[in-house]
């Protein structure tokens, strides 16, 4: 059992592979364990001895497709589910090594921090853990997307999440958890995702080079003409594509039938990541994504910053 009135950090050290999602850059990545208060410390090892950056939204700079923390010549992106494998596993002190300006895209989702560290286990510290409790409620809603994060006073950490992206696809979809909910088997597994018809402006933007049929559920909201899903392959280097009935590319099945709502659960977790400090309170997001995501935890933050 986890004590959770107590800081935690790694057992071991774990080395990540892969490439950027949107720089398409190889990076190698490696998390070890820090000492107690520290929080997470992303080392861009590659920049030299003294590029340090802490993981707090006092940072955050970008939100398109991803979170992006600047601080002077030191840039970290799409670290949201590492943040979030962190969160979800009760772990608050790390040292983050890293050789390049964005965490490694893996799969798509947090499944290889999450086992990696699942396998051995985290370590209780001589230290207590300072949570931010709220005490009233507090809402944030941003008008021109319809999105949505209420945050009520609760016992310990909670988020209910809905999707709605108008999508006969999709439909709506609603992901939860709680400190009963197991993150490494539940949540952490659940992939990023992207409409079909969103690929070619991203390409376009100079986002996800690193992007591949791998490490993203891609949905296909309308049929498509085989020769388009054939170029596409092509650029995938990939033999053939096809629609699935269920609306999905045919090239992965999904983990979970709302693999979506648990993977933008994933990625608020990551970005309340950014607040400093674990909170107790029950979350309800309703059509999240990083840009409210990261405007309610420097709220959260400067809250921290007075208080604990």
Known sequence: MINFSKQHTLANSYTFKGKGLHTGLSVTMTIKPAKPNTGVLFH???????????????????????????????????LEHLMATLYGMHIDNVLVEIDAPEVPILDGSAKFFADAIAADGIVEQDAERKY???????????????????????????????????SKVLGNQYARFNQHVDFTKEIAPCRTFVFFHELEPLF????????????????????????????????FNMQSLERAPEGYLNHLELRFSNECARHKLLDILGDFALIGAPIKGMIIGYKTGHRINTLMASKLREIVKKTI
């Open 132 to 166: 931010l409790e709220i005490k009233e409620n507090i809402c944030f809603r941003d008008d021109a997307t319809g999105s949505e994060i209420v945050i009520l006073p609760y016992d310990s950490l909670a988020v209910n999440l809905m999707i709605d992206f108008n």
């Open 204 to 235: 376009k933007n100079n986002l996800i080079k690193g992007g591949d049929l791998d490490n993203a559920i891609i949905v296909v909201e309308h049929p498509v003409p085989q020769e388009e899903l054939d170029r596409l392959a092509g650029i």
């Open 44 to 78: 861009r090892v590659d920049l030299g001895p003294d590029a340090y950056i802490n993981a707090v939204s006092d940072y955050v700079t970008t939100t398109s497709r991803g979170t992006t923390l600047e601080k002077g010549q030191v840039k970290i992106s799409t």
